[in-house]
């Protein structure tokens, strides 16, 4: 029987491969450039001609898939930000796919759809944009959802370090295990991720954000002593951090709220589950509850994340309960 999903995959990995080479292009020229939205995240030109090429891609293969995409080109379209506007387009042209400042908008902005078909993709152009700024980690993560269930993943970590150099694409197909390719070698042969065999928690290694806004750095080194782990939590921006305890880089990855209320998105999340899950792991909210990704474009029923590489997650869980959140 053929296995389900391939023409689904390939698509998905060419495309965020496509877009990785074009976010590349600009980590390497960009001197912090960048919009503020409304929220006041920081958006690049990088983050909009990816959105744009990968929605591209997903449409040219399937016409009728709804996608849940991080952006819209609604900022980009304000007179002000003409000159923005054409660098986006640039970037996109000189990719090697030939568009129309419209037809550019109008893909970025088919990422508009809300997370409710049965069928749909989610997709974050740029996971990590205060990362991609600082030259730093970054990914252009993508995830096919059938019946709210994610079913294909595709997770490309342009900087993360692969065989002698760097870039590794991630990708699973639920039930079919999780591999990893070298982005500027696609058609080497796929190595097989699996997760660490630690299971004493004081061998472990944590991961988590960068950011001190997107995950409570008290509560987790915290977390750390109490599991009698020694030293630093790796910090890392983007969902490189599910790729690093995939392959068994590390063992743990602590998400903490920092303030209430905040709904994680489900763009910055899908890829990576499914690439960790395909690879031994585990990964609930801090109640220990599955993430919920029926929910719509949120984990509106979830509160922060604890991933780990299966073996230690009740350890972990037993501490994260003890922990105080606002
Ligand atoms: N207050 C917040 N709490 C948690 N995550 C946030 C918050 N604000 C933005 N994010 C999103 O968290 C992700 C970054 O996580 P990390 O710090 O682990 O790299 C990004 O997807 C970022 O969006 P974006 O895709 O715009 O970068
Ligand atoms: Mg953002
Ligand atoms: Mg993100
Ligand atoms: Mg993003």
């Known amino acids: 029987m053929p296995q389900a999903y391939q023409s689904e995959l390939a698509t998905a990995i060419a495309a965020v491969i496509a877009a990785s080479k074009i976010c590349r292009a600009v980590q390497a020229t960009i001197t912090a450039d960048s919009l503020e939205k409304k929220d006041k995240s920081p958006v690049t030109i990088a983050d909009y001609a990816s959105q744009a090429v990968i929605c591209k891609i997903i449409l040219d293969a399937f016409r009728n898939d709804p996608i849940v995409g991080e952006e819209d080109a609604g900022d980009l379209r304000e007179p002000a930000n003409q000159l923005f506007r054409d660098r986006t387009l640039h970037e996109i042209t000189s990719s090697g796919t030939p568009a129309t400042t419209d037809e550019m908008l109008a893909w970025i902005d088919s990422g508009n759809h809300d997370g ?49 150099g760097s870039g590794a694409v991630f990708y699973a197909v639920r039930g ?32 988590e954000s960068v950011e001190s806004g997107h995950s409570a750095h008290d509560q987790s080194a915290i977390a750390l002593e109490k599991l009698g782990i020694a030293g630093e939590p790796v910090r890392m921006d983007s969902q490189a951090k599910y790729g690093a305890v995939a392959r068994g880089d590390a063992e743990i990855y602590l998400r903490l709220p920092t303030r209430k209320g905040y709904e994680e ?32 474009s949120t984990l509106k029923n979830n509160r922060g994340v604890v991933v780990t590489n299966g073996l230690l997650h009740d350890a972990v869980m037993a501490v994260v309960k003890t922990l105080k959140f606002e």
């Not at 690439?275 to 993430?291: M, Q, R, S």
């Open 116 to 164: 409710t078909a049965n069928r749909y993709w989610t997709l974050d152009p740029i996971d990590g944009t205060k990362g991609f700024l600082r030259k730093e980690q970054f990914a252009v993560s993508l995830a096919l959802l059938i019946n709210k269930r994610i079913e294909v993943a595709a997770l490309a970590c342009p900087n993360l370090p692969m065989g002698s």
């Open 176 to 207: 079919q295990g999780a591999f990893v390719i070298p982005l500027d070698q696609p058609d080497a042969k796929p190595v097989a991720v699996k997760v660490s065999k630690i299971s004493d928690p004081a061998q472990a290694r944590m991961c």
């Open 265 to 296: 998105k489900i763009w910055d999340h899908a890829g990576g589950v499914l690439v960790l899950e395909e690879a031994g792991g585990k990964v609930t909210d801090i109640d220990g509850h599955p993430l919920d990704f029926a929910a719509g």
